[in-house]
């Protein structure tokens, strides 16, 4: 079973990149995240007329995700239990369409939209902290429950765990950017801590192998990026992985998004 998850930067931008993805990769499910679109809008047919079911979860032009199966999709849940909602400036907060999971083959497969913090006193930051704790409490306790579960927290982190995520960690700490800062990183690193293993960084370590890399200053023929997308996999499920992929070729050509997708391969 190959699951995949790949921010693509506009579903409906990107629609005959997917669908070619989909045929040279021959994913088993896939995971979406930034759609920008509403359900309206996104291009079902791209996926139903390659055989996946889909279930897709958008309000408008931001943020936006979706998951892809031929294995079956069961369960579908918009949102997690009391995901945080935002409001900028004191507008009335929203949940946003960050996070949905599905049953997919047997594993319960979560794409995940994390919030940018945008910087460091920004409030938007405050926002991911928290949306990322009451997400890592819900993860710890449905291993809790069941430790045999098969469970897959997968999309774009924003978060770049380690110094060699990122191409140049003395600049990002001149500059006092995000993704990795100690709040964050150690946000992510509770995921670890509660049993969710990163599977696949030890099939593809670092430094240079990057899964992002931004539109602008010209990062991707620089070789200046970030590895910010990321598949944690339960104990149980862990144990299936043997293999993974970084398909950096997909963030070649006209039209790519400023993601890879990222695989794995399970036994």
Not at 66 to 84: H, K, M, N, W, Y
Not at 208 to 228: A, C, H, N, S
Not at 260 to 266: G, K, M, Q, R, S
Request: aromatic content about 12%; some cysteine; overall charge negative.
């Amino acid at each position: 079973m190959r699951i995949a998850t790949w921010n693509v930067n506009s579903m409906r931008a990107r629609a005959d990149r997917v669908e070619a993805w989909l045929d040279r990769w021959d994913a088993d499910v896939l995971a979406i995240q930034e759609t920008k679109c509403k359900d309206e809008n996104f291009p079902w047919e791209v996926f139903e007329n390659s055989g996946y079911e889909v279930a897709h979860f958008g309000f408008n032009q931001w943020n936006g995700v979706a998951i892809a199966s031929r294995v079956g999709l069961a369960d579908v849940e918009r949102t997690f239990p009391e995901q945080p909602a935002f409001g900028k400036g004191g507008k009335d907060p929203v949940q946003e369409a960050r996070a949905m999971a599905a049953t997919c083959g047997g594993v319960r497969v979560w794409s995940l939209y994390v919030p940018n913090g945008r910087a460091l006193e920004d409030e938007h930051m405050g926002y991911k902290l928290q949306w990322l704790e009451t997400l890592r409490g819900h993860a710890t306790s449905w291993l809790s429950d069941d430790p045999q579960a098969q469970i897959a927290l997968v999309g774009d982190w924003n978060i770049a765990p380690q110094d060699d995520d990122v191409w140049d960690i003395d600049f990002f700490r001149q500059e006092g950017l995000t993704h990795v800062s100690e709040p964050e990183r150690a946000a992510f690193q509770r995921f670890l801590d509660a049993g969710f293993v990163d599977v696949v960084r030890p099939l593809k370590p670092g430094p240079g192998v990057y899964t992002y890399w931004d539109y602008k200053q010209l990062r991707f023929p620089k070789k200046e990026g970030m590895r910010i997308d990321f598949v944690l996999a339960s104990p149980a499920l862990a144990e299936r992985v043997n293999d993974a992929a970084i398909d950096r070729e997909e963030r070649k050509g006209k039209g790519a998004s400023d993601h890879a997708p990222v695989v794995v391969d399970l036994s």
